[in-house]
């Protein structure tokens, strides 16, 4: 990339523009501005290429503003390139790090537009997988979540009041760019929304450690019905079927789903500790069985 | 617990004793103390549990020293009643503090002796599922992955030299306790100890995504010969055999494995993507991978 030409780089860590970056650290900042900090090589090319995009479809902007090194941009052509779509300015290090929530945003950070998803824009398309965060508290558990959602090919994220807010610098580092992937809808009133999930078709499946019925005997459930069609291995009308449309629970890492989430759902699933591990971290769970109903929605 | 007659709670964070256990925090002063800290309840908890059980068998030592403050055991009967088979002392939050790593560990603090668990004692067990890191560097993801191995009920969990120190304090914390649930061997030459692992029968699974294996593919193979017995699903006498016993290979989070280390596998596996993210976390592969492995093992 040229950058002949260019303006001259920001190189003033005290620029009002600076400090206006730097106050998307925290949610008040956030709120106020409708904006986001992505840091980072990683981040900051979800964030172009959903942007690039939007932009063809003649979609709203992602990035609102972008900073970078030219070292940065010298050392990843890539980001370069897409970085030409978006309002770029070149900035020194000192005024990257004054800018970021991180020790280092290794030379590229973008401010974002606020996504605002609903979850009747999520129930529109029709979706077969969804990951409901229930009171998750810690940004890097919900960044796993999110992106564990994402490999899994789930249709949307949603989260409950009073979950982490997942647009807070750390949850959106942990979530390696996969919050560019998928939509996420917050501030989900927790009854609300799983009568309009459960009225769109899909089963409620609580992740519960405790729950009565083993994950690996759905999924042996749902092998069977693909593998040994007539077998007798449909386990009753009433029984949940990880091949169906489906939102799974996941709740609070301390606490897990307090007694009325877990009375909203279906299903109470557990997924087996063969070990002695006690319990699974939330990222975790949420891993198996998401996978689970990936593998059996997919491999019909 | 009755505290009466005990000793005086310690009281001076600048006491001797206090800066010995604080450089545990270390790697050096845990190489020369031959013993690491483990943090709060949750791990303590499990680290006491793993003492009893040794002491009952006439084995040595898991806890060396044990520091609580008088309010953290009326709070928890549990630690308490575990408390009374170690060397306890009493001691104040301050001197807590002092000893710990992490802001608060909550009130209570052991001092544990490193264990020195070879390959040869895992082998001598006749193990079927291991769990290999291959100079994985963060000590929250090789705390997450070793979890989740104590989660699939895995046999050992294996770390190649140049992986991060799994003593560290804050890799312990995030192992939750399970650190105290199945052996760890560090320093593993991986050359060698992926010949032994061979040799003791074992096959060894990379998970790398760029493999030519899918992992879906194997699980449907496993169930297939479980659920459809002579339909002809066994893959050719060179698949890989999920329910075979398995060493899996997890590389470093930034690089993968190495191209030599890729080498060495029998198989090459990838856990599919399903959505847009384009890769897995380590934590997250682990996950996937070992709970493949459990579930075609166990279900038989």
Same mark, same amino acid.
């Given at each position: ?30 709120? @106020? ?11 900051? @090319? ?5 942007? @690039?995009? *939007? $932009? ?18 010298? *050392? ?16 020194? #290090? $000192?005024?990257?790090?004054?800018? %970021? #929530? ?7 950070? %973008? ?5 605002? /998803? ?8 029709? !979706?077969?997988?969804? $990951? +409901? ?35 807070? !610098? ?11 992937? =998928? ?34 005997? =759905? ?14 291995? #449909? ?21 897990? =789903? ?9 299903? *109470?699933? $557990? +997924? ?7 319990? =699974?971290?939330?990222?975790? /769970? ?8 990936? *593998? ?5």
């Amino acid at each position: 990339m040229s950058l002949a030409g260019s303006p001259a780089a920001m190189s003033n860590p005290r620029a009002d523009r600076v400090r206006e970056v730097a106050r998307l650290a925290g949610r008040s900042g956030r709120v @106020r501005a409708g904006q986001f900090l992505a840091e980072g090589p990683q981040s900051v @090319r979800e964030a172009l290429r959903l942007h @690039r995009e *939007r $932009a063809a479809a003649g979609g709203e902007p992602v990035v609102d503003q972008l900073y970078a090194t030219a070292e940065c941009l010298d *050392r990843s052509p890539d980001l370069a390139e897409l970085a030409q779509g978006a309002p770029l300015r070149l900035a020194t #290090d $000192a005024v990257l790090a004054a800018m %970021a #929530d991180t020790v280092t945003p290794q030379g590229i950070l %973008a401010v974002c537009r606020m996504p605002h /998803a609903t979850l009747d824009d999520v129930l529109s398309r029709g !979706p077969r997988l969804v $990951a +409901v965060m229930c009171r998750v508290q810690d940004p890097g558990n919900a960044g796993t979540v999110l992106r564990a959602a994402d490999a899994a090919g789930a249709d949307a994220v949603l989260l409950t009041e009073g979950s982490v807010d997942i647009f807070n !610098p750390k949850a959106v580092r942990s979530t390696a760019g996969s919050l560019f992937h =998928l939509p996420v809808v917050t501030g989900l009133s927790f009854g609300e929304g799983v009568d309009t999930l459960r009225a769109a078709g899909l089963a409620v499946l609580a992740a519960d450690g405790y729950g009565a019925t083993d994950l690996d005997e =759905l999924q042996d459930r749902s092998a069977a019905r693909r593998l040994a069609p007539g077998a007798g291995n #449909d386990g009753g009308a009433a029984a949940a079927r990880l091949e169906a449309p489906t939102a799974w629970l996941f709740g609070n890492e301390a606490a897990g =789903l307090s007694d009325a989430e877990l009375a909203a759902a279906d299903h *109470r699933v $557990a +997924v087996p500790l063969y070990g002695v591990a006690e319990s =699974l971290n939330v990222g975790t /769970a949420a891993t198996v069985c998401l996978y689970a109903s990936a *593998r059996a929605q997919r491999r019909g």
